[in-house]
């Protein structure tokens, strides 16, 4: 005869490891879900490397000096690809009530348009933003937004 006090026991503890084994099939569950969340981010972190990539301002070399180079302005493009500077001269030229000459850009922007030697940069970057089709220069030597 079985002793009721063991089969008590056997079946107690069968008890015990049918819960612990519905746990094992939540963690192996949760475990397979966080798998596939590892993937998805590492191929959205990989996607989101490559279109930030694109988008910075290739760095060039001149004269041994590292210098960024401002792209020409293609259709579909958008300032964004510009850098920060660059972004903030079309915004204050953009923002004037017509065409700006250069030391109202400079009031806009917070450069020191008193002392010309901190006014000729702007005026290089405002002539660099008209070379790559980003602005106009009107023949009396003010700037605008293209249309």
Known sequence: MLDPELLERITARRAELDELEGQLAEVRAERDELAVAERVLERVSEQLADESAQAVPMLGQVGGRAVMLIPH????????????????????????????MAREVGEAVGVDVSVRAKLEPLRSKLVRLVDRGWLRKQP????????
């Open 73 to 100: 302005r293609e259709p579909g493009a958008d300032e964004s690809m510009l850098p920060l500077d660059y972004r903030r001269i079309i915004a204050a030229v953009r923002q004037a009530a017509g065409p700006v």
């Open 140 to 147: 009396d030597g003010r700037f605008t937004t293209r249309l």
